[in-house]
């Protein structure tokens, strides 16, 4: 079929949980964002961290680093980072209060993930790496109260990171993407002067032009890194790097919606054959976010 923006409302409408339309409505219906502040409440636990399913691929309700991520990153998306609003202040309460923290990395999984339905790749244990502390780091300098102990252990932490980065380590993409993010975090704080961010920035572009799957044929099918896994529109620092596949990806997603309004999900559980398809669903809303969202970035909407 032909893109429709009719038929992704009318799925968004019909399928997704109470926050992706609120979502929906606050970034296409011009809807203020009290409405998704209300509905990502009801994902945050007592100790400021997240669960519930958050993160549609795992269901633990108990919080952990990744699920207390993915809550940044839609908060990032509106632009609130300011520790007086509740919600943001108690995250920044439970990151620095040591849970799931080795004292340079937070867990990207925890043993409760495995009590519940969740992707493989959320079973725990797994070897902690900089997702998603890159970025969880960044959302501590840039939110926490200047002077706080959250705020000290996040310039700590981003240090540690941006040096790991710098000395060319090897990096699985959704890494990247959250370096990316915490590129993003310093340079709207007020303290990106105490950071290289000049060779920060240089590096970001090549690594991100490397880490964009260029083989288009596999977009359609497989799990791959589109630009839009980098680039949120022509604003982008890696937008002219990465032009002509940008581009692309426009009508690509106009050319592959699906009759229902969605788009493919080119993932699967391999388990759990109750609740992936409920998942799958979720990941459906999500996706058609994410896609009209880099539209709009990009001018195409």
């Not at 519930?52 to 990032?76: F, K, M, Y």
């Amino acid at each position: 079929m032909g893109y429709s923006f009719r038929k992704a409302q009318e799925f968004i409408y019909r399928n997704a949980r109470p926050l992706g339309m609120a979502l929906w409505q606050h970034h296409f219906e011009n809807k203020g964002a009290q409405g998704v502040l209300r509905a990502l409440a009801f994902y945050q636990n007592a100790d400021g961290g997240f669960g519930h399913a958050l993160e549609a691929d795992c269901w633990n309700p108990g919080s952990s680093p990744i699920q207390t991520w993915s809550a940044a990153e839609i908060l990032r998306g509106m632009g609130y980072f300011n520790h007086k609003y509740p919600l943001v202040g108690s995250m920044l309460a439970y990151l620095s209060g040591g849970s799931d923290f080795d004292g340079h990395l937070w867990r990207d999984t925890v043993p409760g993930n495995n009590d519940h339905p969740h992707a493989p790749w959320w079973t725990y244990p797994t070897d902690a790496d900089y997702n998603p502390t890159a970025s969880l780091a960044g959302l501590l300098v840039r939110a926490a109260p200047k002077g706080s102990g959250a705020e000290t252990l996040g310039l700590r932490l981003a240090g540690e990171a941006v040096g790991f980065f710098l000395r060319g380590e090897a990096l699985q993409q959704h890494t990247l993407a959250c370096f990316v993010q915490l590129y993003e975090y310093l340079a709207g704080s007020g303290a990106a002067e105490a950071f290289p961010m000049r060779e920060f920035a240089e590096k970001l572009r090549e690594a991100v032009s490397e880490g964009i799957t260029r083989d288009t044929g596999k977009w359609a099918t497989d799990y791959v890194y589109k630009p839009s896994f980098f680039i949120g529109g022509k604003n982008s620092p890696y937008y002219e790097d990465n032009r002509k596949l940008a581009e692309y990806e426009c009508e690509f997603i106009k050319d592959t919606q699906l009759e229902d309004g969605s788009w493919s999900v080119n993932w699967a559980w391999g388990a759990y054959p109750e609740q992936w398809p409920v998942a799958r669903n979720w990941w459906k809303a999500d996706i058609i976010l994410k896609n009209l969202l880099y539209l709009k970035g990009m001018e195409k909407l």
